[in-house]
């Protein structure tokens, strides 16, 4: 038996042999094709975008989370994610234009948990609403929303994915855009300096690989990081757009 890697004390949740159960029953056999039954009456162009990731993968690697998380706030979609923690079974849900995130276990129990062993098992638009929604009977507790903002620079930092998102990969120069807040994130030294140096100059992958403090895993983390955070100027005509023969997130 695996021990969950949220921490003691965290509330009751569907065992994930009930979910997959339930999952069977939703979805009548000869019905689910493409990831369908982990994908369920997504926008046909949402749907495309998070299937495209599937591509080149083995049979039940299935999708990551923060692939998932891009794809949501790109769309701008509402969704549900159900996501594994070993046997449980974690409701997820992410509000991209309000910038919240629904969760019932508390987010700091959430970001101390090894993000990288998450698993999405299932994507469906929201069920709930955002606080201030006039169908209050949809809406949660107040305690069980966050920002979203940590939460999608905890996982680009700490999740199971090390390549660039597709939309910023290939010959391409970065900066921060003028007057991002980054308030409520973490950062701390290597990582704060890097965030100043973006905010003053445009540069690229390689450049950034070679700053103190980082390599070229740790680059791309960041840079998913800050394009989450919906303040990352990517260029692909800046002098400074290439990456000597470099290549990542699939563009070789």
Do not use: K
């Not at 509402?78 to 594994?84: A, E």
């Amino acid at each position: 038996m695996f021990e969950s890697t949220l921490p003691v004390g965290a509330p009751d949740l569907m065992r994930v042999s009930a979910f997959q159960r339930y999952l069977e029953e939703a979805v009548p056999l000869g019905d689910a094709d493409a990831g369908s039954s982990r994908l369920s009456a997504l926008s046909p162009s949402l749907m495309q975008d998070l299937l495209r990731f599937e591509q080149g993968r083995g049979p039940g690697d299935g999708l990551e989370l923060l692939e998932v998380m891009a794809a949501c706030v790109r769309h701008g979609c509402s969704l549900l994610l159900h996501l594994q923690d070993e046997t449980r079974v974690l409701p997820l849900t992410v509000f991209p234009n309000e910038r919240l995130v629904h969760c019932p276990v508390p987010m700091e129990q959430l970001l101390a948990a090894r993000l990288t062993e998450l698993r999405v098992l299932h994507v469906e638009r929201a069920v709930l609403h955002a606080p201030g929604h006039p169908d209050r009977a949809l809406v949660g507790e107040a305690a069980h929303y966050a920002p979203l903002g940590p939460l999608l620079w905890e996982l680009a930092l700490r999740g199971a994915r090390e390549e660039l998102l597709p939309e910023i990969a290939g010959n391409t120069a970065y900066r921060i855009a003028p007057g991002l807040e980054l308030q409520g994130l973490n950062l701390s030294g290597s990582l704060a300096a890097a965030v100043q140096r973006l905010q003053r100059a445009t540069t690229n992958l390689r450049e950034i690989s070679d700053w103190p403090g980082f390599d070229r895993a740790r680059a791309m983390r960041m840079l998913n990081g800050l394009y989450l955070q919906a303040g990352l100027m990517v260029t692909r005509t800046h002098p400074a757009a290439t990456n000597d023969g470099w290549f990542s997130g699939g563009n070789r």
